[in-house]
C-alpha cells in the first residue's frame, strides 16, 4: 500500500447527523459539529456510538470535518469526497492509476452540456473528461465489493448521460469510483439504491465510456492509501 496522504486525523465518536451536510460528533468527551461533504445516506456508518475519525477545521459553523469511520480492522472507511479526491489525485500524479498513466489534470470542474464534470485531463492520446463518483457501500457475501449510489441521485444520472453525449461525439470519456473502504476488490453498481444509474452504466459501457474504480482506506495514524489502484468492474 502506497501512503498518498497524511490527515491530523482526531478520534471521535459518531452521535447523529443532524442535517444533509452537519453531524453531531463526540471529542475528547466533549460534544461538537463535524461538516459533512458526502450527500449520500450512509446508514451502514452513520449509526450513533460507532467511532470515526476527524479532522480540525476553522471557520465557518463546524469545528470539524467527518473524514472517515472506523472499520475493518480498525482501518477508516473515508467518507469524506474532498479527502477521496485529494487522494486519487495524488494517486496520478504519482503515476499509481494505470488507467490514467501518463495523464495529467488539465482542468477541474468542466462544463460540459449541462452538467459540471469533474476533471479534463491531458493524456498521450488526447484529452479526456472524466467524473468521480464515492463507492463507500460494501455488499457482497465478504465484503468485498464497493458499490454507487445507496439512495437515487439525479446528478449522477445526469453525469452519466452527459459521458455518454461525449462518447457518441467521438470524445473520450470516464467514469470513475473511489471505492474508500478497507479490502474491496470490486465495483458495482447498487441497483436497488437507484435503478437508473445500473441501467446507465451497462449504456455507457457499450457505447465506449471507459469505467473504472480504485481503492483506498485511512489508516488509525491518519495515513490515506492506496489498497488497490484497479477494482474490478462488475455491471
Not at 62 to 87: P, W
Not at 191 to 209: F, N, Q, Y
Request: net charge positive.
Amino acid at each position: 500500500m502506497t501512503t498518498l496522504l497524511k490527515l491530523d486525523a482526531v478520534p471521535c465518536i459518531f452521535r447523529k447527523r443532524l442535517n444533509r451536510f452537519v453531524a453531531l460528533v463526540e471529542v475528547e468527551g466533549e460534544e461538537r459539529k463535524a461538516l459533512v461533504t458526502n450527500t449520500g445516506r450512509l446508514e451502514e456508518f452513520m449509526v450513533p456510538g460507532r467511532r470515526a475519525f476527524c479532522t480540525p477545521k476553522t471557520g465557518g459553523k463546524t469545528d470539524f470535518v467527518l473524514v472517515a469511520f472506523e472499520d475493518l480492522g480498525g482501518k477508516g472507511a473515508v467518507i469524506d469526497t474532498r479527502t477521496q479526491a485529494k487522494a486519487f489525485e495524488r494517486a496520478v500524479e504519482l503515476g499509481l492509476v494505470p488507467w490514467l498513466r501518463g495523464c495529467r489534470i488539465k482542468r477541474k470542474e468542466i462544463t460540459v452540456g449541462k452538467s459540471r464534470l469533474d476533471y479534463l485531463f491531458e493524456c498521450p492520446k488526447g484529452e479526456v473528461y472524466a467524473e468521480m463518483k464515492s463507492a463507500v457501500l460494501r455488499g457482497g457475501e465478504k465484503g468485498e465489493y464497493a458499490m454507487y449510489p445507496d439512495c437515487p441521485s439525479v446528478r449522477g444520472q445526469k453525469h452519466i448521460r452527459e459521458l455518454i453525449e461525449l462518447s457518441k461525439a467521438g470524445k473520450k470519456s470516464i467514469i470513475f469510483f473511489i471505492g474508500a473502504m478497507p479490502g474491496v476488490e470490486r465495483f458495482r453498481p447498487y441497483e436497488r439504491g437507484d435503478p437508473e444509474i445500473a441501467r446507465l452504466l451497462k449504456e455507457a459501457d457499450k457505447v465506449g465510456v471507459e469505467i473504472h474504480a480504485l481503492g483506498i482506506s485511512l489508516l488509525p495514524d491518519g495515513r490515506v492509501v492506496l489498497e488497490r489502484p484497479s477494482l474490478e468492474i462488475e455491471l
